[in-house]
T-cell receptor, first 110, second 113 residues
């Protein structure tokens, strides 16, 4: 079993829909990252959080430390949001290195 | 603030040839990472530097891969000789320190024929 699990693996939605991507982890962490990767592109860090909730534009990230679960929400989704969204945790016993989820491929249709 | 710079962006070589990638981290960032991302997979950490010292290179195939960060700023990653399975995107990232958020460069896409 992977230490970081994301769901769904693939998600296709219509423009304007509210999007939720989930991340569950099984290790103790000091922080959790949500990152975005466009096809052929580099990786962009969206959020780093260790508790509660963060918001940036149409993106919202939440984390529940007790339940070892985080969600990334996109409001009013747009085709330019189409990308792979990756959850990665900073494991307490991993020398602060990132433990990566497999990613969620999101396609937003106009 | 300038981001992490990498070059080249793309490279095509034949197997058994050598190749080198360059990374310039964000100014002031002590920690630098090289990742290998094979198509359809998540990034795999190859090597982590703290200033000019190696923190972790446990997943670096040392028979063919080498990396250095001589002055604690720029870094180069070399593959010699390349194999077909080295075809991947090589990502460089940097952070203020090990516990801080990582910022990624655009990556170098390597194709080995």
């Amino acid at each position: 079993k992977n230490e970081v699990e994301q769901s769904p693996q693939n998600l296709t939605a219509q423009e304007g829909e509210f999007i939720t991507i989930n991340c569950s982890y099984s290790v103790g962490i000091s922080a959790l990252h949500w990152l975005q990767q466009h096809p052929g592109g580099g990786i962009v860090s969206l959020f780093m959080l260790s508790s509660g909730k963060k918001k940036h534009g149409r993106l919202i990230a939440t984390i529940n430390i007790q339940e070892k679960h985080s969600s990334l929400h996109i409001t009013a989704s747009h085709p330019r949001d189409s990308a792979v969204y990756i959850c990665a945790v900073v494991g307490m016993d991993s020398n602060y290195q990132l433990i990566w989820g497999a990613g969620t491929k999101l396609i937003i249709k106009p | 603030e300038a981001g992490v710079a990498q070059s080249p962006r793309y490279k095509i070589i034949e197997k058994r040839q050598s190749v080198a990638f360059w990374c310039n981290p964000i100014s002031g960032h002590a920690t630098l990472y090289w990742y290998q991302q094979i198509l359809g997979q998540g990034p795999k950490l190859l090597i982590q530097f703290q200033n000019n010292g190696v923190v972790d290179d446990s997943q670096l195939p040392k028979d063919r891969f080498s990396a250095e960060r001589l002055k604690g700023v720029d870094s180069t990653l070399k593959i010699q000789p390349a194999k077909l399975e080295d075809s991947a995107v090589y990502l460089c990232a940097s952070s203020l320190d090990r516990i801080n958020e990582q910022f990624f460069g655009p990556g170098t896409r390597l194709t080995v024929l």
